[in-house]
């Protein structure tokens, strides 16, 4: 059964940066996609961004695109989520999940996930 954990979240100002991490235990990382997701008070979770289990590829939701950097280190069953110029709209629980193939059609259609892990919380504010 594979568990993920998160950290790294925290306070932050808005347009300053922070990294997620997601560690994996129970299973080898490397046989999963993995999704980051993120849900704000009173809103629907939301994807955005997961790495594929095989060649890397990517996807991002356009509100993140060119800010956030998803990437993984299989050695260290670990898949990280680089957020630079967090903006003050963006606080929320942020969860990392995993797949055989997590698929992100939109940020609001995903599908493919089979592990969550419990989320960390990031808030950002001045």
């Known amino acids: 059964q594979l568990q993920l954990v998160e950290s790294g979240g925290g306070l932050v100002q808005p347009g300053g940066s922070l990294r997620l991490s997601c560690q994996a235990s129970?299973?080898?990382?490397?046989?999963?996609?993995i999704g980051w997701f993120r849900q704000a008070p009173g809103k629907e979770r939301e994807g955005v961004s997961c790495i594929s289990s095989n060649n890397g590829s990517t996807y991002y939701a356009d509100s993140v695109k060119g800010r956030f950097t998803i990437s993984r280190d299989n050695a260290k069953n670990t898949v990280y989520l680089q957020m630079n110029s967090l903006k003050p709209e963006e606080p929320a629980v942020y969860y990392c999940a995993a797949g055989p193939t997590v698929v992100m059609v939109t940020s609001k259609y995903y599908y493919g996930v089979d592990y969550w892990g419990k989320g960390t919380l990031v808030t950002v504010s001045s």
């Open positions: 129970g299973s080898a990382l490397d046989k999963y996609a």
